[in-house]
């Protein structure tokens, strides 16, 4: 991104508008997170936004500080937006998420799947991290209640 204080009044309000609509949805999908998911599943949520914040940020910031675009070559970014936090937060945001919708409080190997991958975003330090490749991934289109949905995420 990048658009500099000097540009058009109006290329300023697009840019804050946009941003601020982005704000407002991630703002929504917390809060209802917050409503309706086990704290586990919204804690990771907020980890994950927290780690967008912190690459995106900074980046937001220093492309204010620099000219405004004029040409259609200026619009390429000179700097490619760091992802490895945000990408590692989203792979731990998707195996509590796809822990969650496949735990059953009467098989203990879904319940503690739920748990280590919990335990592992929100304490680090004390448990190994959950590889989402060692975790087979939810078949969306089984039916939740049926053998089939718990056989497809290997229980």
Same mark, same amino acid.
């Given at each position: 991104?990048?658009?500099?204080l000097g540009? @058009?009044?109006s290329?300023r309000?697009?840019?804050?508008? *946009?941003?601020?609509?982005?704000?407002t949805?991630?703002?929504?999908?917390?809060?209802?997170?917050?409503?309706?998911?086990?704290?586990?599943?919204a804690d990771?949520?907020d *980890?994950f936004?927290?780690a967008? *914040?912190? @690459?995106?940020?900074?980046?937001m910031?220093?492309a204010?500080?620099?000219?405004?675009?004029t040409?259609?070559?200026?619009?390429?970014?000179?700097?490619?937006?760091?992802? @490895?936090?945000?990408?590692?937060?989203?792979e731990q945001l998707?195996e509590?998420?796809?822990?969650?919708l496949?735990?059953?409080?009467?098989k203990?190997k879904?319940?503690?799947?739920y748990?280590?991958?919990?335990?592992?975003t929100?304490?680090?330090?004390?448990?190994?991290?959950?590889s989402?490749?060692?975790?087979?991934?939810?078949?969306p289109?089984?039916?939740?209640?049926s053998?089939?949905?718990?056989?497809?995420?290997?229980l």
């Open positions: 991104m990048r658009s500099g540009g @058009e009044k290329t309000f697009a840019l804050t508008s *946009k941003m601020s609509d982005v704000k949805a991630v703002d929504h999908n917390q809060a209802l997170l917050r409503l309706h998911a086990p704290p586990g599943v990771t949520y *980890k936004v927290n967008a *914040k912190g @690459e995106a940020g900074k980046q910031h220093d204010w500080l620099v000219p405004p675009i040409t259609d070559d200026g619009v390429n970014l000179d700097v490619p937006l760091p992802r @490895e936090n945000s990408d590692a937060a989203r998707i509590v998420m796809q822990a969650h496949a735990r059953r409080w009467y203990p879904s319940r503690r799947r748990t280590d991958s919990v335990n592992a929100l304490h680090p330090a004390a448990t190994p991290a959950v989402p490749a060692s975790c087979p991934a939810v078949n289109t089984a039916n939740p209640g053998d089939s949905a718990a056989s497809s995420i290997g």
